[in-house]
């Protein structure tokens, strides 16, 4: 099959630069002083996220000329290479921070296997869903074998500890299945089973339990894990409608924690107000609306497919973060995407955008 090539969403495009460059901007601004007294270098994770920056947005424009016939075939490979990278990370070569084992890699060169398998998963059920499209109104064959895909990677993520990156997976695949036409009611039983695993996995670690408790009444915990929300909460609401002034947040000053990776929209908030979060949901509307005329235009079923995983994967996390940082949900390590402070996220973040672009030039809505 030949399909007519034309020129990439240059609205997709020009999105995903302005929340790039916005997360540059909030990186320098949300860690200039953490970095300054740690490393005596106020830029030390302004630079690293801008040379990881660079290297995503190079990444994108790869991936975006590559021959679309030619993507599919890559889904399996990557899928194994993340699967096995998930495998690794929990062993002696995982790389260990703050009592979890998700990066591989030397020094500064670290990679998280969870955010390749992110992008493997969605590659891997869009060829799957592709070839299988006509089962999967059938339990046994159309649905359960992705059930079982669900948790043998949300299963391997787990041993690191990561729930909050899990959750985002099991959750893609089953809005995946659901674009695909799956039964409601299998996807109920799929929905009323993964959440009864979610409460039992809070159940069984203490210390998701008391962020769950804290997360219903955090004042009531304010010295412990109610803390963290609260600080957020006050980032957002000193910041009223136009902000304080991009750099004079007072929360950075090590009264909020993260304040440059998962609670970046809390700094957001504080410094350039109502306004400036409007505007970071706002992109991130504009980019769902972009992604998923995408995924309805795609030349076919399996670039449908990808286009919409891709869009639900990256947008999901937004809503979780930005829930996260609102006290709406309870706190989970997801970070902003293009915004957070984290080179693998970026990078496979845009390697992701990189796979949308590439459908975009052989939509048929030009």
Same mark, same amino acid.
């Given at each position: 099959m030949r399909l007519k090539k034309g020129p990439p969403d240059f609205v997709l495009f020009l999105t995903v630069l302005? &929340?790039?460059?916005?997360?540059?901007?909030?990186?320098?601004?949300?860690?200039?002083?953490?970095?300054?007294?740690?490393?005596?270098?106020?830029?030390?994770?302004?630079?690293?996220?801008?040379?990881?920056?660079?290297?995503?947005?190079?990444?994108? =424009?790869?991936?975006?000329?590559?021959?679309? +016939?030619?993507?599919?075939?890559?889904? &399996? !490979? $990557?899928?194994?290479?993340?699967? =096995?990278?998930?495998?690794?990370?929990?062993? !002696? &070569?995982? =790389?260990?921070?703050?009592? %979890?084992?998700?990066?591989?890699?030397?020094? *500064?060169?670290?990679?998280?296997? %969870?955010? $390749?398998?992110?992008?493997?998963?969605?590659?891997?059920?869009?060829?799957? +869903?592709?070839?299988? +499209?006509?089962?999967?109104?059938?339990?046994?064959?159309?649905?359960?074998?992705?059930?079982?895909?669900?948790?043998?990677?949300?299963?391997?993520?787990?041993?690191?500890?990561?729930?909050?990156?899990?959750?985002? *997976?099991?959750?893609?695949?089953?809005?995946? $299945?659901?674009?695909?036409?799956a039964r409601w009611s299998h996807l109920g039983m799929i929905a009323a089973s993964g959440l009864g695993v979610v409460a039992a996995l809070i159940a069984v670690a203490p210390y998701r339990m008391e962020r769950f408790i804290a997360f219903l009444n955090p004042w009531k915990y304010a010295r412990d894990e109610g803390f963290q929300t609260i600080q957020s909460l006050y980032a957002l609401g000193s910041g009223g409608l136009f902000g304080m002034g991009l750099g004079r947040s007072r929360q950075k000053f090590f009264y909020l924690p993260e304040q440059y990776t998962d609670f970046i929209y809390s700094i957001i908030g504080e410094e350039l107000g109502f306004i400036g979060t409007s505007l970071v949901i706002a992109l991130f509307l504009l980019f769902a609306w972009r992604g998923f005329k995408i995924a309805i235009n795609a030349p076919d079923t399996f670039g449908s497919l990808l286009a919409a995983g891709i869009t639900i994967m990256i947008i999901f996390q937004a809503v979780i973060n930005i829930g996260v940082a609102s006290g709406a949900l309870p706190v989970t390590g997801i970070p902003l995407p293009f915004i957070s402070y984290g080179g693998s996220s970026l990078l496979f973040t845009m390697v992701g955008v990189g796979l949308l672009l590439n459908i975009s030039r052989f939509s048929s809505y030009r």
């Open positions: 302005a &929340l790039t460059a916005i997360g540059l901007v909030m990186v320098f601004s949300a860690s200039a002083v953490t970095a300054g007294v740690w490393y005596n270098d106020p830029y030390h994770f302004f630079k690293r996220q801008l040379l990881w920056a660079c290297v995503g947005i190079i990444a994108m =424009i790869v991936v975006m000329k590559l021959n679309y +016939l030619r993507i599919k075939e890559f889904a &399996l !490979p $990557l899928f194994i290479i993340a699967m =096995i990278c998930l495998v690794l990370v929990v062993t !002696p &070569l995982g =790389i260990d921070v703050k009592g %979890s084992s998700r990066w591989l890699g030397v020094g *500064i060169l670290r990679v998280s296997p %969870s955010e $390749l398998a992110k992008i493997g998963v969605v590659m891997f059920l869009a060829k799957t +869903l592709d070839v299988k +499209l006509d089962n999967i109104t059938s339990l046994k064959n159309g649905v359960a074998p992705y059930i079982l895909l669900i948790a043998l990677v949300c299963g391997l993520i787990m041993l690191q500890p990561d729930l909050g990156t899990s959750f985002a *997976i099991a959750a893609t695949v089953f809005f995946m $299945l659901m674009v695909a036409g």
